[in-house]
């Protein structure tokens, strides 16, 4: 069993910055891919940014020069910086990932999320 445990979102205000973090728990022995989703009010979960375990990323075009994942293998942690916020990144942020090898060699190609974290961009 894979757990995804986001911390690090709250209330900000609009040029501020924000720093997720999101570890994985369980029997792991390695992650292929992970990253961060978004679902703003009303709107589709939407892919922001990804990490593969052997470091290529991905970015969602919208709000590429503002993010920056990163991502600790040795710890299962991945994060995501974020900086100069607008009102319409508000959002609940969820960490995702796939492609899990387990403690005794089976790999899991399901797909596991966390329960999200708040993110809110207000003056």
């Known amino acids: 069993q894979v757990q995804l445990v986001e911390s690090g979102g709250g209330l900000v205000q609009p040029g501020g910055s924000l720093k997720l973090s999101c570890a994985a728990s369980?029997?792991?022995?390695?992650?292929?891919?992970m990253g961060w989703y978004r679902q703003a009010p009303g709107k589709q979960r939407e892919l922001v940014a990804t990490?593969?375990?052997?470091?290529?990323?991905t970015y969602a075009s919208s709000a590429k020069d503002r993010l920056l994942i990163s991502r600790d293998n040795a710890k299962n942690t991945v994060y995501l910086q974020m900086d100069n916020l607008k009102p319409e990144d508000t959002a609940v942020y969820y960490c995702?990932?796939?492609?899990?090898?387990?403690?005794?060699?089976?790999?899991?190609?399901?797909?596991?999320w966390g329960q999200g974290t708040q993110v809110t961009v207000s003056s």
């Open positions: 995702w990932a796939t492609g899990v090898v387990t403690t005794w060699g089976e790999f899991f190609n399901s797909q596991y």
């Open positions: 369980g029997s792991i022995t390695s992650i292929n891919v």
């Open positions: 990490f593969t375990r052997t470091g290529s990323t």
